[in-house]
Protein backbone atom coordinates (compact mmCIF):
# COMPACT_ATOMS: atom_id res chain seq x y z
CA UNK A 1 0.00 0.00 0.00
CA UNK A 2 2.78 2.34 0.64
CA UNK A 3 4.53 1.77 -2.77
CA UNK A 4 1.33 2.38 -4.40
CA UNK A 5 0.60 5.76 -2.29
CA UNK A 6 4.15 6.82 -2.95
CA UNK A 7 3.72 6.67 -7.03
CA UNK A 8 0.17 8.21 -6.57
CA UNK A 9 0.60 11.35 -4.84
CA UNK A 10 4.44 11.88 -3.69
CA UNK A 11 3.87 11.12 -0.23
CA UNK A 12 6.41 10.09 1.88
CA UNK A 13 5.52 7.70 4.58
CA UNK A 14 1.87 6.95 5.28
CA UNK A 15 2.02 5.28 9.16
CA UNK A 16 -1.27 5.39 10.97
CA UNK A 17 -1.00 7.21 14.33
CA UNK A 18 -2.95 7.62 17.18
CA UNK A 19 -5.53 9.88 18.04
CA UNK A 20 -3.89 12.31 19.54
CA UNK A 21 -5.13 15.50 21.66
CA UNK A 22 -3.62 17.24 18.88
CA UNK A 23 -5.25 15.76 16.59
CA UNK A 24 -8.52 15.29 17.98
CA UNK A 25 -8.34 19.52 18.14
CA UNK A 26 -7.84 19.58 14.59
CA UNK A 27 -10.79 17.32 13.84
CA UNK A 28 -13.16 19.77 15.93
CA UNK A 29 -11.85 22.40 13.95
CA UNK A 30 -13.14 20.21 10.73
CA UNK A 31 -16.64 20.42 11.47
CA UNK A 32 -16.06 24.61 11.39
CA UNK A 33 -14.54 24.38 7.95
CA UNK A 34 -16.67 23.82 5.03
CA UNK A 35 -15.34 21.97 2.54
CA UNK A 36 -14.88 19.84 -0.78
CA UNK A 37 -13.27 17.84 -3.11
CA UNK A 38 -12.72 18.61 -6.82
CA UNK A 39 -12.02 15.67 -9.26
CA UNK A 40 -10.41 16.42 -12.83
CA UNK A 41 -10.94 13.82 -15.35
CA UNK A 42 -9.42 14.06 -18.70
CA UNK A 43 -10.66 11.54 -22.09
CA UNK A 44 -12.45 8.16 -21.64
CA UNK A 45 -12.01 4.28 -22.70
CA UNK A 46 -9.25 5.89 -24.85
CA UNK A 47 -6.18 3.68 -24.71
CA UNK A 48 -3.45 6.40 -26.46
CA UNK A 49 -3.83 8.99 -24.08
CA UNK A 50 -2.83 9.23 -20.73
CA UNK A 51 -5.22 11.48 -19.62
CA UNK A 52 -8.06 8.70 -19.74
CA UNK A 53 -9.77 6.41 -17.60
CA UNK A 54 -11.35 3.28 -18.54
CA UNK A 55 -15.50 3.10 -18.52
CA UNK A 56 -15.40 0.74 -15.79
CA UNK A 57 -13.29 2.68 -13.59
CA UNK A 58 -14.76 5.88 -14.23
CA UNK A 59 -18.03 4.27 -13.14
CA UNK A 60 -17.04 2.32 -10.35
CA UNK A 61 -15.66 6.02 -8.74
CA UNK A 62 -19.58 7.21 -9.79
CA UNK A 63 -21.22 4.22 -8.11
CA UNK A 64 -19.13 4.77 -4.97
CA UNK A 65 -20.06 8.73 -4.66
CA UNK A 66 -23.96 7.24 -5.08
CA UNK A 67 -23.45 4.50 -2.58
CA UNK A 68 -21.33 6.40 -0.19
CA UNK A 69 -24.10 9.54 0.14
CA UNK A 70 -21.42 12.11 -1.47
CA UNK A 71 -23.21 15.36 -2.84
CA UNK A 72 -21.88 15.93 -6.50
CA UNK A 73 -22.25 19.55 -7.45
CA UNK A 74 -21.50 21.57 -10.25
CA UNK A 75 -18.32 23.74 -10.01
CA UNK A 76 -20.50 27.02 -9.76
CA UNK A 77 -22.56 26.02 -6.83
CA UNK A 78 -18.99 25.17 -5.09
CA UNK A 79 -18.17 28.41 -6.14
CA UNK A 80 -20.95 30.84 -5.17
CA UNK A 81 -20.89 28.90 -1.87
CA UNK A 82 -17.48 29.55 -0.39
CA UNK A 83 -17.86 33.39 -2.15
CA UNK A 84 -21.17 33.69 -0.49
CA UNK A 85 -20.12 31.75 2.53
CA UNK A 86 -23.44 29.57 2.65
CA UNK A 87 -22.93 25.97 4.05
CA UNK A 88 -20.96 23.10 2.03
CA UNK A 89 -22.68 19.73 3.00
CA UNK A 90 -20.28 16.93 3.93
CA UNK A 91 -19.37 14.50 1.63
CA UNK A 92 -19.06 17.10 -1.30
CA UNK A 93 -17.50 16.42 -4.38
CA UNK A 94 -17.19 18.53 -7.63
CA UNK A 95 -16.41 16.82 -11.02
CA UNK A 96 -14.75 18.43 -13.97
CA UNK A 97 -13.97 17.29 -17.35
CA UNK A 98 -10.72 19.09 -19.17
CA UNK A 99 -10.90 17.90 -22.84
CA UNK A 100 -13.53 18.21 -25.84
CA UNK A 101 -12.60 14.88 -26.39
CA UNK A 102 -16.00 13.40 -27.86
CA UNK A 103 -15.70 10.60 -25.00
CA UNK A 104 -17.34 13.07 -23.40
CA UNK A 105 -20.36 12.89 -25.02
CA UNK A 106 -20.09 8.98 -26.12
CA UNK A 107 -18.55 7.47 -22.86
CA UNK A 108 -19.15 9.99 -19.59
CA UNK A 109 -22.25 11.96 -20.15
CA UNK A 110 -23.93 8.61 -20.51
CA UNK A 111 -23.38 7.57 -17.62
CA UNK A 112 -23.35 10.93 -15.48
CA UNK A 113 -26.69 10.91 -16.42
CA UNK A 114 -27.87 7.12 -15.34
CA UNK A 115 -26.33 7.99 -11.85
CA UNK A 116 -28.11 11.90 -11.77
CA UNK A 117 -24.74 14.08 -11.54
CA UNK A 118 -23.55 17.23 -12.85
CA UNK A 119 -20.25 18.11 -14.21
CA UNK A 120 -18.78 21.31 -15.07
CA UNK A 121 -16.67 20.34 -19.01
CA UNK A 122 -14.22 22.58 -19.87
CA UNK A 123 -13.47 23.70 -23.16
CA UNK A 124 -10.37 25.36 -25.37
CA UNK A 125 -13.03 26.47 -28.36
CA UNK A 126 -10.52 26.56 -31.20
CA UNK A 127 -10.14 22.41 -30.67
CA UNK A 128 -13.66 22.47 -30.83
CA UNK A 129 -14.12 24.89 -33.78
CA UNK A 130 -11.32 22.39 -35.75
CA UNK A 131 -14.28 19.30 -35.95
CA UNK A 132 -11.42 16.48 -35.91
CA UNK A 133 -13.26 12.81 -35.94
CA UNK A 134 -12.11 12.73 -32.21
CA UNK A 135 -13.45 15.90 -30.53
CA UNK A 136 -16.78 16.92 -29.76
CA UNK A 137 -18.69 18.83 -31.88
CA UNK A 138 -20.99 21.75 -31.06
CA UNK A 139 -24.21 19.84 -31.51
CA UNK A 140 -22.80 17.25 -29.10
CA UNK A 141 -21.67 20.36 -26.37
CA UNK A 142 -25.41 21.94 -26.57
CA UNK A 143 -27.24 18.70 -25.99
CA UNK A 144 -24.75 18.19 -22.90
CA UNK A 145 -25.32 21.65 -21.37
CA UNK A 146 -28.75 21.42 -21.95
CA UNK A 147 -28.62 18.04 -19.76
CA UNK A 148 -27.22 18.71 -16.47
CA UNK A 149 -23.01 19.49 -17.72
CA UNK A 150 -21.57 23.22 -17.00
CA UNK A 151 -20.11 24.58 -19.99
CA UNK A 152 -16.61 26.21 -18.40
CA UNK A 153 -13.97 28.19 -20.50
CA UNK A 154 -10.50 26.97 -20.85
CA UNK A 155 -9.27 29.47 -23.35
CA UNK A 156 -9.19 29.71 -26.75
CA UNK A 157 -6.55 27.88 -28.12
CA UNK A 158 -5.21 26.60 -24.43
CA UNK A 159 -1.79 28.50 -24.26
CA UNK A 160 0.72 28.70 -21.68
CA UNK A 161 -0.35 31.80 -20.58
CA UNK A 162 2.21 33.02 -17.39
CA UNK A 163 4.41 34.14 -19.90
CA UNK A 164 1.69 36.54 -21.84
CA UNK A 165 0.86 40.25 -22.16
CA UNK A 166 -2.45 41.40 -20.49
CA UNK A 167 -4.50 41.96 -24.24
CA UNK A 168 -3.29 38.28 -25.04
CA UNK A 169 -4.84 37.03 -21.69
CA UNK A 170 -8.21 38.53 -21.83
CA UNK A 171 -8.31 37.89 -25.94
CA UNK A 172 -8.05 34.38 -25.08
CA UNK A 173 -10.47 34.32 -22.55
CA UNK A 174 -13.15 36.53 -23.95
CA UNK A 175 -12.46 34.56 -27.57
CA UNK A 176 -13.56 31.51 -25.86
CA UNK A 177 -16.70 32.86 -24.01
CA UNK A 178 -17.85 34.44 -27.11
CA UNK A 179 -17.52 31.12 -28.96
CA UNK A 180 -19.64 29.57 -26.21
CA UNK A 181 -21.89 32.07 -25.53
CA UNK A 182 -23.00 31.83 -29.36
CA UNK A 183 -23.26 28.12 -29.65
CA UNK A 184 -24.93 27.38 -26.53
CA UNK A 185 -26.69 30.92 -25.37
CA UNK A 186 -24.54 31.08 -21.87
CA UNK A 187 -21.52 32.83 -21.13
CA UNK A 188 -19.13 31.12 -19.05
CA UNK A 189 -18.38 31.74 -15.27
CA UNK A 190 -15.91 29.26 -14.87
CA UNK A 191 -12.57 28.81 -16.10
CA UNK A 192 -9.79 26.24 -16.03
CA UNK A 193 -6.23 27.68 -16.27
CA UNK A 194 -4.27 25.38 -19.09
CA UNK A 195 -1.62 23.62 -17.87
CA UNK A 196 -3.08 24.26 -14.38
CA UNK A 197 -0.87 27.55 -14.81
CA UNK A 198 -1.43 30.79 -13.57
CA UNK A 199 -0.26 33.73 -11.90
CA UNK A 200 -1.25 37.11 -9.69
CA UNK A 201 -1.84 38.66 -13.05
CA UNK A 202 -3.10 35.83 -14.88
CA UNK A 203 -6.03 35.69 -11.93
CA UNK A 204 -6.82 39.17 -11.56
CA UNK A 205 -7.69 39.10 -15.81
CA UNK A 206 -9.84 36.12 -15.50
CA UNK A 207 -11.36 38.06 -12.74
CA UNK A 208 -12.26 41.41 -15.03
CA UNK A 209 -13.29 39.10 -17.66
CA UNK A 210 -16.31 37.78 -15.99
CA UNK A 211 -14.95 34.54 -14.55
CA UNK A 212 -16.41 34.23 -10.94
CA UNK A 213 -13.81 30.77 -10.14
CA UNK A 214 -11.08 29.21 -11.51
CA UNK A 215 -9.72 25.92 -10.88
CA UNK A 216 -6.28 24.74 -11.29
CA UNK A 217 -4.05 21.29 -11.47
CA UNK A 218 -2.69 21.53 -8.34
CA UNK A 219 -3.68 18.92 -5.47
CA UNK A 220 -5.96 19.99 -2.51
CA UNK A 221 -8.82 20.22 -0.86
CA UNK A 222 -11.42 23.12 -1.68
CA UNK A 223 -12.62 24.85 1.43
CA UNK A 224 -14.53 28.36 2.62
CA UNK A 225 -11.13 30.36 3.15
CA UNK A 226 -10.00 29.26 -0.81
CA UNK A 227 -9.17 31.83 -3.20
CA UNK A 228 -11.72 30.77 -6.03
CA UNK A 229 -9.37 31.72 -8.40
CA UNK A 230 -7.23 29.18 -7.57
CA UNK A 231 -9.20 26.14 -6.61
CA UNK A 232 -7.14 22.66 -6.37
CA UNK A 233 -8.39 19.25 -8.29
CA UNK A 234 -7.15 15.99 -7.92
CA UNK A 235 -6.32 14.56 -11.31
CA UNK A 236 -8.30 10.59 -12.07
CA UNK A 237 -6.84 8.73 -14.55
CA UNK A 238 -6.02 5.20 -15.29
CA UNK A 239 -3.06 5.41 -13.71
CA UNK A 240 -4.24 8.01 -10.69
CA UNK A 241 -7.43 6.81 -10.38
CA UNK A 242 -7.80 3.44 -9.10
CA UNK A 243 -10.63 2.91 -6.41
CA UNK A 244 -8.10 3.46 -3.30
CA UNK A 245 -6.79 6.49 -4.80
CA UNK A 246 -10.28 7.35 -5.14
CA UNK A 247 -10.79 7.13 -1.81
CA UNK A 248 -8.04 8.60 -0.46
CA UNK A 249 -8.66 11.81 -2.93
CA UNK A 250 -12.71 11.85 -2.02
CA UNK A 251 -12.16 11.94 1.67
CA UNK A 252 -9.23 14.03 1.91
CA UNK A 253 -9.27 16.66 4.39
CA UNK A 254 -7.56 20.77 3.79
CA UNK A 255 -4.30 21.76 5.38
CA UNK A 256 -4.52 24.79 6.25
CA UNK A 257 -1.54 27.02 5.32
CA UNK A 258 -0.62 30.81 4.60
CA UNK A 259 2.14 33.17 3.76
CA UNK A 260 3.57 30.61 0.82
CA UNK A 261 6.76 31.27 -1.02
CA UNK A 262 6.93 31.79 -3.55
CA UNK A 263 4.26 33.94 -4.47
CA UNK A 264 4.05 33.16 -7.86
CA UNK A 265 4.48 29.43 -9.63
CA UNK A 266 6.76 30.91 -12.34
CA UNK A 267 9.79 30.51 -10.52
CA UNK A 268 12.52 33.57 -10.47
CA UNK A 269 15.40 31.76 -8.92
CA UNK A 270 15.71 27.97 -9.28
CA UNK A 271 16.64 25.64 -6.88
CA UNK A 272 13.53 27.84 -5.73
CA UNK A 273 12.86 28.79 -1.81
CA UNK A 274 9.54 27.15 -0.74
CA UNK A 275 7.88 27.95 2.54
CA UNK A 276 4.73 27.92 4.03
CA UNK A 277 2.95 28.93 7.66
CA UNK A 278 1.27 26.18 8.95
CA UNK A 279 -2.15 27.38 11.07
CA UNK A 280 -2.51 26.07 14.24
CA UNK A 281 -6.19 24.46 13.78
CA UNK A 282 -4.35 22.02 11.97
CA UNK A 283 -2.41 20.32 15.18
CA UNK A 284 0.47 18.42 15.03
CA UNK A 285 3.15 18.46 12.18
CA UNK A 286 5.33 16.26 13.06
CA UNK A 287 3.68 14.02 10.70
CA UNK A 288 4.01 16.52 7.80
CA UNK A 289 5.89 15.00 4.29
CA UNK A 290 6.23 16.98 1.20
CA UNK A 291 7.43 15.31 -1.90
CA UNK A 292 7.88 17.11 -5.66
CA UNK A 293 7.25 14.83 -8.51
CA UNK A 294 10.01 13.19 -10.36
CA UNK A 295 12.26 13.83 -7.13
CA UNK A 296 10.72 12.50 -4.00
CA UNK A 297 10.97 13.13 -0.20
CA UNK A 298 11.82 16.64 -0.33
CA UNK A 299 13.89 17.69 3.10
CA UNK A 300 11.23 19.74 5.15
CA UNK A 301 12.70 22.44 7.96
CA UNK A 302 10.38 23.82 10.85
CA UNK A 303 11.56 27.23 11.66
CA UNK A 304 9.14 28.10 15.07
CA UNK A 305 6.51 25.83 15.50
CA UNK A 306 4.28 26.22 12.50
CA UNK A 307 6.85 27.58 9.57
CA UNK A 308 8.11 24.81 7.08
CA UNK A 309 10.42 25.78 4.72
CA UNK A 310 11.56 23.48 1.75
CA UNK A 311 14.90 22.25 0.51
CA UNK A 312 16.49 21.18 -2.91
CA UNK A 313 19.74 20.26 -3.73
CA UNK A 314 19.33 20.81 -7.44
CA UNK A 315 17.41 23.31 -9.96
CA UNK A 316 14.27 21.80 -10.87
CA UNK A 317 13.64 20.94 -14.77
CA UNK A 318 12.26 23.39 -17.00
CA UNK A 319 8.28 23.11 -17.16
CA UNK A 320 5.94 21.91 -14.32
CA UNK A 321 6.63 20.56 -11.11
CA UNK A 322 3.91 19.88 -8.57
CA UNK A 323 5.04 19.54 -4.70
CA UNK A 324 2.54 17.96 -2.55
CA UNK A 325 2.60 18.16 1.40
CA UNK A 326 -0.13 15.63 3.62
CA UNK A 327 -0.33 15.32 6.96
CA UNK A 328 -1.94 12.20 9.06
CA UNK A 329 -5.49 13.37 9.89
CA UNK A 330 -7.59 10.37 11.94
CA UNK A 331 -9.73 7.86 10.89
CA UNK A 332 -6.85 6.75 8.06
CA UNK A 333 -7.89 10.49 6.40
CA UNK A 334 -5.00 12.80 5.07
CA UNK A 335 -4.97 16.56 5.49
CA UNK A 336 -3.46 17.91 1.87
CA UNK A 337 -1.66 20.94 -0.01
CA UNK A 338 -0.67 21.15 -2.95
CA UNK A 339 1.77 23.34 -5.45
CA UNK A 340 2.40 23.77 -8.55
CA UNK A 341 6.12 25.35 -9.46
CA UNK A 342 7.19 26.67 -13.16
CA UNK A 343 10.73 26.82 -13.79
CA UNK A 344 12.17 28.56 -17.40
Not at 24 to 47: E, H, K, M
Not at 132 to 158: P, V
Not at 253 to 272: A, H, Q, S
Request: charged share 20%.
Amino acid sequence: MLARLRQWIGIGVLAGCLLSPAVAFAQQADSLLPRAVILTYGRFNDDSAASSISTELFEAHLAELSAGGYQVWPLSRLVAAITDAKPIPEKTVVLTIDEPHVSAFTVAWPLLRQYGFPATLFLATDTVDRASGETLSWSQIRTMANNGIEIGNQTASHPHLINQDRAYIIGQIARANDRIKAETGTTPTMLAYPYGEYSDAVRDYAKGQGMRGAVGQQSGVAHARSDVFTLPRFAMNDTLGSQERFRLAVQALPLLVGDVTPGDMRLGENPPSVGFTVDPMMGDLSGLSCFLSGVGRINAQSLGERRIELRFDDALPAGRSRLNCTLPASEGRWRWFGMMLVAN
